[in-house]
């Protein structure tokens, strides 16, 4: 079982659509980044949380320490948001493990 | 651009070989780490360094070692390479001690062994 459950794995979407990707741990963290890559392959990291929420142009990012439970929300999803989203705990120790992503396929 | 340059882009090679990685950090960004993705395994953290010391190891084998020098550039070295090592190998760096610290990435360096 990996410390870090991501949930969809797998998510299609139409154009306009509200999105939600759910990411859950199992230990306590120090941070929670939310990742993402490309079909090129490059990474980008969208947000780095340790607690409540943040939010850039349509996306948001909230975490609930207490529940070890983060989102991650796209809203009017369009096809160049199509990627893999990525969730990864940072521990105390600085040591980090990742989810197996989120394959998110937006259409026109 | 994330200003993190990693050489080389691709790279092939043969099982029992060694190969060395380079990153270059974003300017004035202190820390380095090194992380492995694979289809199998998805992405691993192996290690990271601060400063030019090591500050926290992850998943990495016997058979891999990494250094960052005093211009914080950092080199990722695989030795005894085995078919199971092919993957892509990212860097990212970050201003801080990775607390709480954004991670910019480099494109990666793609490892093919033969």
């Known amino acids: 079982k990996n410390e870090v459950e991501q949930s969809p794995q797998n998510l299609t979407a139409q154009e306009g659509e509200f999105i939600t990707i759910n990411c859950s741990y199992s230990?306590?963290?120090?941070?929670l980044h939310w990742l993402q890559q490309h079909p090129g392959g490059g990474i980008v990291s969208l947000f780095m949380?340790?607690?409540g929420k943040k939010k850039h142009g349509r996306l948001i990012a909230t975490i609930n320490i207490q529940e070890k439970h983060s989102s991650l929300h796209i809203t009017a999803s369009h096809p160049r948001d199509s990627a893999v989203y990525i969730c990864a705990v940072l521990y105390n120790n600085n040591d980090m493990r990742f989810g197996a992503g989120t394959r998110l396929t937006v259409k026109p | 651009d994330s200003g993190v340059t990693q050489t080389p882009k691709h790279l092939i090679t043969a099982t029992g070989q060694r190969v060395t990685l380079r990153c270059s950090p974003r300017s004035g960004d202190l820390s380095v780490y090194w992380y492995q993705q694979s289809l199998d395994q998805g992405l691993q953290f192996l290690i990271q360094y601060y400063n030019g010391e090591e500050r926290a190891k992850g998943n990495i084998l016997e058979r891999f070692s990494a250094q960052q020098f005093p211009d914080l550039h950092s080199e990722l070295n695989l030795s005894s390479l085995e078919l199971g090592d092919s993957a892509l190998y990212f860097c990212?760096?970050?201003?801080?001690?990775?607390?709480?610290?954004?991670?910019?990435f480099g494109e990666g360096s793609r490892l093919t062994v033969l």
């Open positions: 949380l340790s607690s």
């Open positions: 990212a760096s970050s201003g801080g001690l990775a607390r709480n610290g954004e991670l910019f």
């Open positions: 230990v306590g963290i120090s941070a």
